[in-house]
């Protein structure tokens, strides 16, 4: 089995100056390359519903199509420093369960907390954007190498559905807020790797299970708090879609998963732990402590102490972990996968609703925007 240190580049999945010390070098980059070593797969077998679950999927995103242009109320108008001050209240403040004895926030004003609030937010949805084009690659791939046509029936909806995401997050960041920021180095690493390997199922796993998972929980969390309507509006239109594509990989890989041997699983295993460390490291939000000039060191220790923080990014969790449960990844080979959820802090979601079971749940109501009528 290999070690954190083989699969992360560490002994201690917390080594706080090791998780900053992976920065993004590219910063001024406009076109990323990663090669892409998977064989493209034709079926000459086209019977449709073979696997039903699978086509009531189909069936089901061919009527929940929403237009990113035309369903979303763009004409409302947003006042992002008023939003964000707001969202910070409600929580009790920016500084909240933070103590900032002895640092340079020890003397901020509301003014330097405020921008900091302003450029967090940019920098979130700037990550979930680069994610979602993430997803858009990994979904095409997914068309191209899996080998049932239900399957790449599904993935190719799900492609037209990761275009639309790219679509409203760019244009919000454009139009509503104050600027992109380039993709956080840790998220990059991750998305090189699925991209990278050979194998359909790998694609799977990292993008439909681990990073659309970690995505759908994080989307809930900014829709239950944002009192910003075009932003909530947004987010559950893709909330709505990113249940499905979840639902999609659990479906897919538990059919799958059941065949594979011990030697297979675990390097499943042991790819969902990298995955996951790798989603946790990048929301340390390094890149927006050095714009505002602080110590990213400093902060992110800050942060990773205050009781809320750590709540958050324990739920982040909430669906991927049942999700993986679902699948057997939990408890093969001596539960390898549990134990090093259990070191990451997140094992108690095992019991949580699997995406499986709760996708509908999401689904937007008959009506609910012109297109899915």
Known sequence: MSSNQDLIGRDDVND??????????????????????????????YEKGQRPALNRLYEKAKVSMWNGETD???????????VVAENALASGGFDADIDTTGTPMEHWTEVEWLEFGVESQNWMLS???????????????????????????????Q??????????????LDTKLSGHYPINAHLELLLDDIVNDS?????????????EGLALAAFGFMHQMTTEPLLKQLLRYVMS????????????LKEYYAELSDAEMLERQEFAFEAAVRMRDRFLQQEVWDKMGIDPKTAAGLVLQAPQRQL?????????????????????????????????GVIQFEDWADTEEEYETFALAQGEIASAS
């Not at 979303?72 to 008023?82: F, I, R």
């Not at 993430?134 to 049932?148: H, S």
């Not at 492609?159 to 244009?171: G, S, T, W, Y």
């Open 16 to 45: 706080l100056e090791a998780i900053l010390g992976i920065t993004n070098r590219d910063r001024d980059e406009v076109i990323h390359a990663v090669a892409d070593n998977a064989e493209a797969i034709f079926t000459w077998d």
């Open 72 to 82: 979303l109320p763009w004409d409302t108008e947003v006042d992002q420093e008023k």
């Open 127 to 157: 990550q979930f954007m680069h994610g979602e084009q993430g997803a858009l690659i990994c979904t095409a791939k997914i068309v191209e190498t899996v080998p049932w046509i239900d399957a790449k029936y599904y993935a190719s909806t």
């Open 159 to 172: 492609v037209m559905d990761e275009a639309r995401h790219v679509e409203v997050f760019a244009k919000y």
């Open 199 to 211: 194998r359909w199922d790998m694609t799977y796993l990292g993008m439909q299970i681990m990073v």
């Open 241 to 252: 879609d990113e249940a499905r594509h979840v639902a999609f990989g659990v479906l897919s």
């Open 312 to 344: 958050f990014q324990s739920m982040l969790f909430s669906k991927i972990v049942p999700n993986c449960k679902k699948l057997g990844l939990l408890d093969r080979n001596d539960h390898w996968l549990r134990a090093k959820f259990t070191e990451l």
